[in-house]
């Protein structure tokens, strides 16, 4: 139900998007959105997100500054639409990474330069 909730929220007016597509050693992963709504922030994969790999996954925040890696949260699903929550205290800018990780083959799997939305 959670899910269901992140989701609704995002049907507002968003006051920032950023945007970007995955990759890396996945076909066709799809593409992601930053989204910052009503001061917080959401990481939104769309319906063409697809991850191929059996290893559990999570998706990750790469600092472009500082290169420190903060976990966002569990993959949900190897594919389709999906949010999740930014953790308290997390912003994401431009010049940051979103990764789906594998810590079973120490590997990402996907990885994304985010861009402003112009």
Do not use: W
């Not at 139900?1 to 995002?10: E, G, I, Q, R, Y």
């Not at 950023?18 to 922030?41: A, C, F, K, M, R």
């Not at 600092?63 to 930014?86: A, E, R």
Request: aromatic share 6%; proline share 3%.
């Amino acid at each position: 139900m959670k899910f269901s909730l992140l989701a609704t929220l995002l049907l507002g007016t968003a006051a920032t998007a950023q945007q970007g597509q995955l990759q890396g050693t996945v076909s066709d992963p799809g593409d992601v959105e930053i989204v910052s709504n009503d001061g917080h922030q959401f990481v939104k994969f769309g319906s063409s997100f697809v991850v191929e790999s059996q290893a559990e996954c999570e998706v990750q925040h790469v600092d472009g500054q500082t290169g420190k890696v903060t976990k966002i949260g569990q993959l949900v699903s190897k594919k389709g639409y999906q949010v999740y929550q930014v953790p308290e205290g997390l912003v994401i800018d431009s010049a940051d990474r979103i990764v789906v990780y594998s810590p079973l083959i120490a590997d990402d799997l996907a990885t994304v330069e985010l861009e402003k939305e112009k």
